[in-house]
């Protein structure tokens, strides 16, 4: 082992064919002989620097019991801590607007009632089925434009609500729960949850149900459109509830989810899908895709 010392302010601590080099520190004599060894791995790839900071400070270790004060974590999880992290909750309420769409851009003309929002699936004359406001651009909630997630050319039309898309979920997501306050729609299809990948929304090849609960009788009915879903018998129905989707293996996720109907009655429901990919989307929209939503709000928690 040798030491080297040159007129570039740098030391250097050589190793031997059986040890990596290493610096030995002793203890204060009056307490021993004891010493701490800082050592390079015996093999290093590519050289490698270790910038201390300006400050008074202690070393961290990776398995010594210590106290952290004004740390950040940019990425990643404490291990057995959890990241809840909540949507942007959208409103249901009834929203009708005029509005055009040129590729990827619609533009907003007028507006009858409700706020335009991120997430909204659309319906109208000419609108390609499942197109989702993705972004917004001049308009926030109003006239204006914004971008739609599928680029097609429509005229001038009346546009109204079908359904609400979370998209962007994070890849480390393995539960999410679907929170519906009040939340109604035009018609008597049942409100279903369907997912998804960077490739679209899944539509077919779920197995689910879900069972009407009423003082006198009970009414199931199975779909294979989405992973969980709620009867809905009257436009008088309000749902507030919650319905939870968790990872179960690799991308096969499984649902379960209580939800109380105005009417009196309450819907349970269960299902599941074993999507092609990692999934990054819930869509809430009606197993027929033309009942409109008019009340309530929706949103989601994911962890």
Do not use: H
Not at 59 to 87: C, E, F, H, P, R
Not at 88 to 99: E, G, M, P
Not at 212 to 220: K, M, V
Not at 226 to 240: E, F, K, P, Y
């Amino acid at each position: 082992m040798s030491v080297i010392i040159n007129g570039d302010g740098v030391v250097d601590v050589g190793g031997n064919s059986t040890s990596a080099a290493y610096v030995r520190l002793y203890e204060d004599t009056s307490n021993g002989t004891n010493y701490v060894n800082v050592i390079a791995p015996s093999s290093v790839t590519s050289n490698r620097t270790i910038t201390l900071p300006d400050a008074t400070t202690t070393v961290v270790g990776t398995d010594t019991t210590q106290t952290l004060t004004n740390k950040t974590l940019s990425t990643g999880l404490v291990m057995d801590a959890s990241a809840i992290t909540s949507g942007t909750s959208v409103s249901t309420a009834t929203t009708s607007f005029t509005a055009s769409i040129s590729g990827t851009t619609m533009t907003v003309t007028a507006v009858g009632s409700g706020t335009i929002a991120v997430g909204q699936v659309i319906t109208g004359t000419g609108v390609t089925a499942g197109t989702v406001i993705t972004a917004l651009g001049t308009g926030s909630g109003s006239t204006g434009t914004y971008t739609v997630s599928v680029s097609q050319t429509v005229a001038s039309t009346t546009i109204t609500i079908v359904g609400l898309s979370f998209l962007d979920i994070p890849s480390w997501v393995k539960r999410i729960t679907v929170m519906f306050n009040g939340v109604s729609t035009s018609g008597t299809s049942s409100v279903q949850i369907q997912l998804g990948t960077s490739s679209g929304f899944v539509t077919s090849g779920y197995v689910a149900f879900s069972t009407r609960l009423a003082p006198s009788a009970l009414a199931t009915s199975f779909i294979t459109s989405g992973v969980a879903s709620v009867n809905i018998t009257a436009t008088t129905d309000t749902l507030s509830g919650l319905i939870t989707i968790a990872n179960l293996t690799s991308n096969t996720w499984a649902s379960s989810g209580n939800v109380y109907l105005s009417s009196s009655n309450g819907s349970v429901t269960a299902g599941s899908i074993a999507l092609s990919g990692t999934l990054d989307r819930v869509r809430i929209t009606t197993v027929n895709g033309t009942d409109t939503f008019d009340a309530g709000s929706i949103n989601i928690l994911y962890e």
